[in-house]
Protein backbone atom coordinates (compact mmCIF):
# COMPACT_ATOMS: atom_id res chain seq x y z
CA UNK A 1 0.00 0.00 0.00
CA UNK A 2 2.94 2.44 0.88
CA UNK A 3 4.48 1.59 -2.47
CA UNK A 4 1.12 2.35 -4.56
CA UNK A 5 0.55 5.52 -2.11
CA UNK A 6 4.18 6.74 -3.29
CA UNK A 7 3.50 5.77 -6.81
CA UNK A 8 0.78 7.98 -7.26
CA UNK A 9 2.62 11.09 -5.56
CA UNK A 10 5.28 10.58 -7.87
CA UNK A 11 2.71 10.69 -10.75
CA UNK A 12 0.90 13.96 -8.93
CA UNK A 13 4.59 15.97 -8.76
CA UNK A 14 5.21 15.43 -12.19
CA UNK A 15 1.89 16.16 -13.38
CA UNK A 16 2.91 19.69 -11.38
CA UNK A 17 5.69 20.17 -12.56
CA UNK A 18 4.35 20.11 -16.45
CA UNK A 19 1.84 22.76 -15.13
CA UNK A 20 -0.75 20.44 -16.72
CA UNK A 21 -3.31 19.20 -14.48
CA UNK A 22 -5.84 16.48 -15.29
CA UNK A 23 -8.74 18.76 -14.93
CA UNK A 24 -7.31 20.54 -18.29
CA UNK A 25 -7.76 17.50 -20.07
CA UNK A 26 -11.08 16.47 -18.95
CA UNK A 27 -13.32 19.71 -18.08
CA UNK A 28 -14.38 20.30 -21.39
CA UNK A 29 -17.19 18.81 -22.82
CA UNK A 30 -16.06 17.18 -25.70
CA UNK A 31 -17.86 16.63 -29.13
CA UNK A 32 -17.91 13.29 -30.45
CA UNK A 33 -16.81 13.48 -34.37
CA UNK A 34 -19.20 13.46 -36.84
CA UNK A 35 -19.91 9.99 -37.61
CA UNK A 36 -18.34 8.42 -34.70
CA UNK A 37 -20.56 6.93 -31.55
CA UNK A 38 -21.52 9.57 -28.72
CA UNK A 39 -18.81 9.95 -25.80
CA UNK A 40 -19.51 11.07 -22.29
CA UNK A 41 -17.88 14.24 -21.08
CA UNK A 42 -15.20 13.35 -19.68
CA UNK A 43 -14.80 14.54 -15.62
CA UNK A 44 -12.18 12.00 -14.12
CA UNK A 45 -9.87 10.35 -15.71
CA UNK A 46 -6.65 11.36 -13.97
CA UNK A 47 -3.28 12.56 -15.46
CA UNK A 48 -2.01 12.17 -19.07
CA UNK A 49 1.07 9.88 -17.82
CA UNK A 50 0.05 6.84 -16.43
CA UNK A 51 1.32 3.20 -16.65
CA UNK A 52 0.46 0.96 -19.48
CA UNK A 53 -1.75 -2.43 -18.10
CA UNK A 54 0.40 -4.68 -16.13
CA UNK A 55 2.19 -7.35 -17.86
CA UNK A 56 -0.23 -9.90 -15.58
CA UNK A 57 -3.73 -7.55 -17.10
CA UNK A 58 -5.68 -10.60 -18.59
CA UNK A 59 -6.88 -8.10 -21.30
CA UNK A 60 -6.83 -9.18 -25.37
CA UNK A 61 -4.60 -6.57 -27.04
CA UNK A 62 -6.59 -5.31 -30.02
CA UNK A 63 -7.69 -1.33 -31.58
CA UNK A 64 -10.31 -0.02 -29.62
CA UNK A 65 -9.99 3.96 -31.60
CA UNK A 66 -8.19 4.84 -34.05
CA UNK A 67 -7.21 9.09 -33.86
CA UNK A 68 -6.44 10.33 -37.28
CA UNK A 69 -3.31 8.14 -38.27
CA UNK A 70 -2.79 6.43 -35.11
CA UNK A 71 -4.45 3.73 -32.46
CA UNK A 72 -5.19 3.56 -29.05
CA UNK A 73 -5.31 -0.30 -27.94
CA UNK A 74 -7.50 -1.91 -25.55
CA UNK A 75 -4.26 -2.90 -23.23
CA UNK A 76 -3.89 1.03 -23.07
CA UNK A 77 -7.00 1.83 -22.05
CA UNK A 78 -7.50 -1.02 -19.47
CA UNK A 79 -4.16 0.36 -18.37
CA UNK A 80 -5.44 3.69 -17.91
CA UNK A 81 -8.42 2.40 -16.02
CA UNK A 82 -6.17 0.87 -13.28
CA UNK A 83 -4.19 3.92 -12.19
CA UNK A 84 -7.34 6.18 -12.41
CA UNK A 85 -9.07 3.77 -10.25
CA UNK A 86 -5.84 3.50 -7.78
CA UNK A 87 -5.58 7.11 -7.92
CA UNK A 88 -9.47 7.69 -7.01
CA UNK A 89 -10.03 5.51 -4.17
CA UNK A 90 -6.41 7.08 -3.25
CA UNK A 91 -8.64 10.17 -2.77
CA UNK A 92 -11.70 8.39 -1.37
CA UNK A 93 -13.55 10.10 -4.54
CA UNK A 94 -16.51 8.66 -5.66
CA UNK A 95 -16.67 6.10 -8.52
CA UNK A 96 -18.79 6.20 -11.19
CA UNK A 97 -19.80 2.77 -12.88
CA UNK A 98 -17.58 1.10 -15.12
CA UNK A 99 -18.63 1.73 -17.97
CA UNK A 100 -18.85 5.51 -17.66
CA UNK A 101 -15.63 5.87 -16.05
CA UNK A 102 -14.41 3.76 -19.26
CA UNK A 103 -15.88 5.99 -21.33
CA UNK A 104 -14.74 8.92 -19.30
CA UNK A 105 -11.12 7.94 -19.73
CA UNK A 106 -10.98 7.03 -23.46
CA UNK A 107 -12.47 10.49 -23.75
CA UNK A 108 -9.37 11.88 -22.16
CA UNK A 109 -7.43 9.60 -24.09
CA UNK A 110 -8.35 10.65 -27.10
CA UNK A 111 -8.38 14.53 -26.90
CA UNK A 112 -4.70 13.76 -25.05
CA UNK A 113 -3.53 11.79 -28.68
CA UNK A 114 -4.81 14.55 -30.79
CA UNK A 115 -2.84 17.23 -28.63
CA UNK A 116 -0.04 14.96 -29.25
CA UNK A 117 -0.13 14.78 -32.70
CA UNK A 118 -0.76 18.69 -33.37
CA UNK A 119 2.27 19.02 -31.62
CA UNK A 120 4.52 16.97 -33.83
CA UNK A 121 2.62 18.54 -36.70
CA UNK A 122 3.17 21.84 -35.68
CA UNK A 123 7.52 20.59 -34.44
CA UNK A 124 7.47 20.75 -30.97
CA UNK A 125 10.28 18.93 -29.44
CA UNK A 126 11.42 18.07 -26.11
CA UNK A 127 15.38 18.09 -25.83
CA UNK A 128 16.68 15.29 -23.48
CA UNK A 129 18.73 17.80 -21.49
CA UNK A 130 14.92 19.35 -20.48
CA UNK A 131 13.61 16.06 -20.12
CA UNK A 132 16.26 15.02 -17.63
CA UNK A 133 16.39 18.01 -15.70
CA UNK A 134 12.51 17.90 -15.27
CA UNK A 135 12.78 14.08 -14.08
CA UNK A 136 15.60 15.42 -11.54
CA UNK A 137 12.91 18.06 -10.44
CA UNK A 138 10.12 15.08 -9.73
CA UNK A 139 12.46 13.07 -8.13
CA UNK A 140 13.69 15.99 -5.64
CA UNK A 141 10.13 16.83 -4.83
CA UNK A 142 9.63 13.51 -3.42
CA UNK A 143 12.73 13.60 -1.74
CA UNK A 144 14.40 10.66 -4.51
CA UNK A 145 17.48 10.06 -5.95
CA UNK A 146 16.12 9.65 -9.82
CA UNK A 147 17.82 6.35 -9.24
CA UNK A 148 15.70 5.65 -6.32
CA UNK A 149 12.24 7.00 -8.02
CA UNK A 150 12.78 4.24 -11.07
CA UNK A 151 13.32 1.51 -8.84
CA UNK A 152 10.28 2.57 -7.16
CA UNK A 153 8.40 3.18 -10.16
CA UNK A 154 9.65 -0.51 -11.76
CA UNK A 155 8.40 -2.33 -8.57
CA UNK A 156 5.15 -1.30 -9.05
CA UNK A 157 5.07 -2.35 -13.06
CA UNK A 158 5.68 1.04 -14.31
CA UNK A 159 8.75 0.88 -17.03
CA UNK A 160 10.71 3.96 -16.59
CA UNK A 161 11.15 3.94 -20.22
CA UNK A 162 7.69 4.87 -20.51
CA UNK A 163 7.74 7.66 -17.77
CA UNK A 164 10.18 9.36 -19.71
CA UNK A 165 7.94 9.31 -22.55
CA UNK A 166 5.01 10.59 -20.84
CA UNK A 167 6.45 13.04 -19.28
CA UNK A 168 8.19 14.32 -22.80
CA UNK A 169 4.36 13.73 -24.30
CA UNK A 170 3.21 16.00 -20.68
CA UNK A 171 5.86 18.40 -21.77
CA UNK A 172 5.02 18.66 -25.59
CA UNK A 173 1.41 19.11 -25.01
CA UNK A 174 2.15 22.40 -22.32
CA UNK A 175 4.36 24.17 -25.15
CA UNK A 176 1.50 23.08 -27.41
CA UNK A 177 -1.09 24.86 -25.25
CA UNK A 178 1.20 27.92 -24.37
CA UNK A 179 2.02 28.62 -27.94
CA UNK A 180 -2.02 28.20 -29.03
CA UNK A 181 -3.80 29.35 -26.13
CA UNK A 182 -1.38 31.45 -23.47
CA UNK A 183 -0.12 33.64 -25.71
CA UNK A 184 -3.57 34.99 -27.55
CA UNK A 185 -5.21 35.78 -24.22
CA UNK A 186 -5.08 39.10 -23.46
CA UNK A 187 -6.68 41.39 -20.80
CA UNK A 188 -7.09 45.37 -21.54
CA UNK A 189 -6.30 48.33 -19.38
CA UNK A 190 -9.97 48.98 -19.69
CA UNK A 191 -10.87 45.82 -18.77
CA UNK A 192 -9.19 45.93 -15.24
CA UNK A 193 -10.85 49.25 -14.88
CA UNK A 194 -14.24 47.57 -15.27
CA UNK A 195 -13.18 45.01 -12.63
CA UNK A 196 -11.72 46.77 -10.20
CA UNK A 197 -14.98 49.24 -10.36
CA UNK A 198 -17.04 46.73 -9.39
CA UNK A 199 -14.68 44.68 -6.63
CA UNK A 200 -14.99 48.50 -5.16
CA UNK A 201 -18.63 47.93 -5.41
CA UNK A 202 -18.54 45.12 -3.47
CA UNK A 203 -16.64 45.84 -1.50
CA UNK A 204 -18.31 48.55 -0.37
CA UNK A 205 -21.30 46.36 1.45
CA UNK A 206 -18.07 44.66 3.75
CA UNK A 207 -18.54 44.81 7.50
CA UNK A 208 -16.87 43.64 10.28
CA UNK A 209 -19.09 42.77 13.18
CA UNK A 210 -18.44 42.58 17.23
CA UNK A 211 -20.33 39.51 18.37
CA UNK A 212 -21.65 37.59 21.32
CA UNK A 213 -23.15 34.07 20.99
CA UNK A 214 -25.17 31.48 22.80
CA UNK A 215 -24.84 28.06 22.24
CA UNK A 216 -27.41 25.13 22.88
CA UNK A 217 -24.86 21.87 21.71
CA UNK A 218 -26.96 19.41 20.45
CA UNK A 219 -24.92 15.96 21.06
CA UNK A 220 -23.71 14.37 18.04
CA UNK A 221 -25.87 11.19 16.61
CA UNK A 222 -29.21 13.23 18.92
CA UNK A 223 -31.87 11.57 19.19
CA UNK A 224 -35.22 13.06 18.00
CA UNK A 225 -36.48 13.95 21.59
CA UNK A 226 -32.49 14.97 22.78
CA UNK A 227 -33.06 17.26 19.47
CA UNK A 228 -36.32 18.88 20.55
CA UNK A 229 -35.03 19.05 24.40
CA UNK A 230 -32.16 21.27 22.90
CA UNK A 231 -34.42 23.26 21.27
CA UNK A 232 -37.00 23.47 23.88
CA UNK A 233 -33.55 24.97 25.96
CA UNK A 234 -32.93 27.76 23.29
CA UNK A 235 -36.30 28.73 23.14
CA UNK A 236 -36.45 28.54 26.65
CA UNK A 237 -33.34 31.29 26.51
CA UNK A 238 -35.01 33.79 23.68
CA UNK A 239 -38.06 34.03 25.67
CA UNK A 240 -35.86 35.47 28.81
CA UNK A 241 -33.61 37.71 26.37
CA UNK A 242 -36.85 39.15 25.44
CA UNK A 243 -38.26 39.82 28.53
CA UNK A 244 -35.09 42.05 29.40
CA UNK A 245 -32.45 39.06 30.39
CA UNK A 246 -28.67 40.42 30.64
CA UNK A 247 -27.24 38.81 27.50
CA UNK A 248 -24.05 37.99 28.93
CA UNK A 249 -25.58 36.68 32.36
CA UNK A 250 -27.74 34.43 29.99
CA UNK A 251 -24.16 33.29 27.99
CA UNK A 252 -22.10 32.34 31.42
CA UNK A 253 -26.00 30.60 32.48
CA UNK A 254 -27.35 28.41 29.58
CA UNK A 255 -23.92 28.56 26.61
CA UNK A 256 -22.37 25.47 25.64
CA UNK A 257 -19.63 27.32 23.82
CA UNK A 258 -15.89 27.37 25.12
CA UNK A 259 -16.47 31.60 25.12
CA UNK A 260 -19.74 31.32 28.05
CA UNK A 261 -17.85 32.26 31.05
CA UNK A 262 -16.92 35.62 28.97
CA UNK A 263 -20.39 35.93 28.69
CA UNK A 264 -20.63 34.99 25.17
CA UNK A 265 -17.63 37.30 23.59
CA UNK A 266 -16.04 36.05 20.42
CA UNK A 267 -15.45 39.52 19.52
CA UNK A 268 -14.78 41.37 15.67
CA UNK A 269 -15.44 39.57 12.97
CA UNK A 270 -15.44 40.04 9.07
CA UNK A 271 -18.73 39.29 8.26
CA UNK A 272 -18.17 37.55 5.44
CA UNK A 273 -16.14 35.15 6.87
CA UNK A 274 -18.77 33.88 8.99
CA UNK A 275 -21.74 31.10 8.06
CA UNK A 276 -23.99 32.51 5.19
CA UNK A 277 -26.93 32.19 7.42
CA UNK A 278 -24.98 34.00 10.57
CA UNK A 279 -23.67 37.28 8.29
CA UNK A 280 -27.29 37.10 6.76
CA UNK A 281 -28.80 37.69 10.17
CA UNK A 282 -26.55 40.16 11.81
CA UNK A 283 -26.37 42.52 8.69
CA UNK A 284 -30.37 43.05 9.57
CA UNK A 285 -29.47 43.69 13.25
CA UNK A 286 -28.84 47.40 14.90
CA UNK A 287 -25.81 47.44 17.80
CA UNK A 288 -27.40 45.91 20.89
CA UNK A 289 -29.96 43.38 19.09
CA UNK A 290 -30.00 39.86 19.11
CA UNK A 291 -31.10 37.09 16.36
CA UNK A 292 -33.32 34.85 16.06
CA UNK A 293 -32.50 31.14 17.22
CA UNK A 294 -30.00 29.66 14.32
CA UNK A 295 -29.60 26.05 13.87
CA UNK A 296 -25.96 24.21 12.65
CA UNK A 297 -25.02 20.92 12.58
CA UNK A 298 -23.32 21.91 15.98
CA UNK A 299 -26.74 22.88 17.92
CA UNK A 300 -28.99 26.45 18.30
CA UNK A 301 -26.97 29.42 18.45
CA UNK A 302 -28.63 33.06 19.82
CA UNK A 303 -26.14 35.98 17.97
CA UNK A 304 -25.98 39.46 19.89
CA UNK A 305 -24.43 42.45 17.69
CA UNK A 306 -22.14 44.62 20.01
CA UNK A 307 -20.97 46.53 16.98
CA UNK A 308 -20.54 47.08 13.66
CA UNK A 309 -17.97 48.77 11.29
CA UNK A 310 -17.13 49.35 7.34
CA UNK A 311 -14.56 47.46 5.80
CA UNK A 312 -15.38 49.33 2.55
CA UNK A 313 -11.86 51.44 1.25
CA UNK A 314 -9.68 48.96 3.54
CA UNK A 315 -6.50 47.56 1.83
CA UNK A 316 -3.02 45.65 2.59
CA UNK A 317 -0.45 48.64 1.46
CA UNK A 318 1.92 47.42 -0.53
CA UNK A 319 5.27 49.71 0.17
CA UNK A 320 8.23 49.21 -1.44
CA UNK A 321 11.79 49.72 -0.85
CA UNK A 322 13.63 51.74 -3.68
CA UNK A 323 17.25 52.26 -4.38
CA UNK A 324 19.02 54.53 -6.39
CA UNK A 325 22.79 53.56 -7.19
CA UNK A 326 25.70 53.59 -9.42
CA UNK A 327 28.25 51.08 -9.94
CA UNK A 328 31.48 50.63 -12.03
CA UNK A 329 31.71 47.25 -13.72
CA UNK A 330 34.86 45.70 -14.90
CA UNK A 331 35.28 42.26 -17.33
CA UNK A 332 36.96 39.48 -17.44
CA UNK A 333 38.80 39.66 -20.60
CA UNK A 334 41.45 38.03 -23.00
CA UNK A 335 43.94 40.72 -22.49
CA UNK A 336 42.82 41.57 -18.51
CA UNK A 337 42.67 38.82 -16.17
CA UNK A 338 40.22 38.28 -13.15
CA UNK A 339 43.83 39.13 -11.11
CA UNK A 340 44.18 42.36 -12.52
CA UNK A 341 39.94 43.66 -12.84
CA UNK A 342 40.36 42.97 -8.78
CA UNK A 343 43.46 45.41 -8.73
CA UNK A 344 41.80 47.62 -10.93
CA UNK A 345 38.98 48.15 -8.94
CA UNK A 346 40.78 48.31 -5.38
CA UNK A 347 43.11 51.39 -7.15
CA UNK A 348 39.87 53.23 -8.23
CA UNK A 349 38.62 52.41 -4.94
CA UNK A 350 41.49 54.39 -3.56
CA UNK A 351 41.44 57.24 -5.51
CA UNK A 352 38.16 57.89 -4.48
CA UNK A 353 38.78 57.34 -0.96
CA UNK A 354 42.07 60.41 -1.84
CA UNK A 355 39.40 62.55 -3.07
CA UNK A 356 41.03 62.08 -6.64
CA UNK A 357 37.67 61.61 -8.10
CA UNK A 358 34.33 61.11 -7.42
CA UNK A 359 32.33 57.81 -7.89
CA UNK A 360 30.75 59.52 -10.53
CA UNK A 361 33.85 60.87 -12.13
CA UNK A 362 35.38 57.69 -11.85
CA UNK A 363 32.76 55.37 -13.33
CA UNK A 364 32.74 57.44 -16.58
CA UNK A 365 36.89 56.85 -17.19
CA UNK A 366 36.67 53.27 -16.35
CA UNK A 367 33.24 51.28 -16.18
CA UNK A 368 32.57 48.85 -19.02
CA UNK A 369 28.64 49.06 -19.69
CA UNK A 370 26.16 51.30 -20.84
CA UNK A 371 25.97 53.71 -17.45
CA UNK A 372 29.22 54.84 -17.84
CA UNK A 373 28.12 57.99 -19.44
CA UNK A 374 25.70 58.46 -16.83
CA UNK A 375 28.12 58.49 -14.03
CA UNK A 376 27.97 54.64 -13.19
CA UNK A 377 24.08 55.93 -12.27
CA UNK A 378 21.40 52.98 -12.71
CA UNK A 379 18.72 54.93 -11.53
CA UNK A 380 16.15 54.08 -9.37
CA UNK A 381 15.69 50.23 -8.13
CA UNK A 382 12.88 48.04 -7.08
CA UNK A 383 13.72 44.61 -5.85
CA UNK A 384 14.36 42.21 -8.07
CA UNK A 385 15.57 44.37 -10.65
CA UNK A 386 19.34 43.39 -10.49
CA UNK A 387 20.92 39.47 -9.45
CA UNK A 388 20.85 38.40 -6.37
CA UNK A 389 25.08 39.22 -5.95
CA UNK A 390 24.48 42.66 -6.89
CA UNK A 391 21.75 43.60 -4.89
CA UNK A 392 22.29 41.56 -1.73
CA UNK A 393 25.57 44.01 -1.47
CA UNK A 394 23.56 46.81 -2.68
CA UNK A 395 21.21 46.26 0.33
CA UNK A 396 24.08 45.97 3.29
CA UNK A 397 25.16 49.52 1.97
CA UNK A 398 24.10 53.00 3.45
CA UNK A 399 23.38 56.01 1.36
CA UNK A 400 26.92 57.27 0.69
CA UNK A 401 28.75 53.98 1.29
CA UNK A 402 30.41 51.90 -1.23
CA UNK A 403 31.07 48.66 -1.58
CA UNK A 404 33.76 46.10 -1.56
CA UNK A 405 34.76 44.47 -5.07
CA UNK A 406 31.50 42.26 -5.90
CA UNK A 407 31.48 39.52 -8.08
CA UNK A 408 28.08 38.84 -10.56
CA UNK A 409 27.34 36.78 -13.59
CA UNK A 410 28.09 40.77 -15.95
CA UNK A 411 32.07 40.72 -14.08
CA UNK A 412 33.35 42.71 -11.28
CA UNK A 413 31.31 45.78 -9.26
CA UNK A 414 31.62 48.87 -7.06
CA UNK A 415 28.78 49.68 -5.92
CA UNK A 416 27.66 53.04 -4.40
CA UNK A 417 23.58 54.01 -2.95
CA UNK A 418 23.23 57.30 -3.52
CA UNK A 419 19.67 57.23 -1.48
CA UNK A 420 16.70 55.09 -0.82
CA UNK A 421 12.86 55.83 -0.63
CA UNK A 422 9.71 53.99 0.14
CA UNK A 423 6.90 54.09 -2.52
CA UNK A 424 3.44 53.05 -2.17
CA UNK A 425 2.51 50.43 -4.91
CA UNK A 426 -0.92 48.88 -3.32
CA UNK A 427 -2.50 50.39 -6.39
CA UNK A 428 -0.36 48.33 -8.98
CA UNK A 429 -0.23 45.71 -6.57
CA UNK A 430 -4.79 45.53 -7.53
CA UNK A 431 -4.27 46.00 -10.84
CA UNK A 432 -2.11 42.92 -11.04
CA UNK A 433 -4.21 41.29 -8.71
CA UNK A 434 -7.12 42.39 -11.16
CA UNK A 435 -5.44 41.44 -14.38
CA UNK A 436 -4.13 37.70 -13.35
CA UNK A 437 -8.11 37.15 -12.40
CA UNK A 438 -9.28 38.07 -15.72
CA UNK A 439 -6.36 36.88 -17.70
CA UNK A 440 -7.09 33.01 -15.42
CA UNK A 441 -10.94 33.32 -16.59
CA UNK A 442 -10.03 33.87 -20.17
CA UNK A 443 -7.85 31.40 -20.00
CA UNK A 444 -10.38 28.79 -18.86
CA UNK A 445 -12.73 29.66 -21.16
CA UNK A 446 -9.69 30.24 -24.34
CA UNK A 447 -8.32 26.34 -23.02
CA UNK A 448 -11.66 24.81 -23.17
CA UNK A 449 -12.73 26.23 -26.85
CA UNK A 450 -9.20 24.79 -28.07
CA UNK A 451 -9.42 21.86 -26.88
CA UNK A 452 -13.23 21.11 -28.16
CA UNK A 453 -11.62 22.07 -31.81
CA UNK A 454 -8.74 20.14 -31.58
CA UNK A 455 -11.21 16.96 -30.42
CA UNK A 456 -13.99 18.07 -33.19
CA UNK A 457 -10.87 18.46 -35.87
CA UNK A 458 -9.60 14.69 -35.32
CA UNK A 459 -11.48 11.80 -37.13
CA UNK A 460 -12.13 9.32 -34.43
CA UNK A 461 -13.22 5.63 -35.46
CA UNK A 462 -14.27 3.51 -32.67
CA UNK A 463 -13.73 -0.64 -32.94
CA UNK A 464 -15.93 -2.81 -31.68
CA UNK A 465 -14.69 -6.23 -29.45
CA UNK A 466 -14.40 -8.41 -32.24
Avoid at 11 to 39: D, F
Avoid at 357 to 369: H, M, P, V
Wanted: net charge neutral.
Amino acid sequence: MMRTTRLQSLQLAAALLCAISAGQVLAQAAAPAAGTPAATTPAAAGSGFLPPASANAKVVDSIQVVVNDEVITRNEVAGRMVQVTANMKARNAQMPDTATMERQVLEAMIVERAQLQLAKEMGVKVDDRTLDATIGRIAENQKLSVQDMRNQMEKEGMPFSQFRQDIRNEIMMQRLREHEVDSKVQVSEAEIDTYMAAAKAAAADRIEVNIAQILVRVPENASPEQIAARAARAEEVMRQLRTGADFARMASTYSDAPDALKGGDIGWRDADRLPPNFSTELRKLESGQVTPILKTNVGFHILKLAGKRSLAGETDKAVVEQTRARHILLKVTPTMTEAEVKRKLLEIKEKMANNAGTFEELARQYSQDGSASKGGDLGWLYPGDTVPEFETAMNGLKPGDTSDIVQSPFGFHLIQVVERKSEDVTQQKERNVARQVLRDRKMQEAMEDWMRQVRDRAYVEFREEG
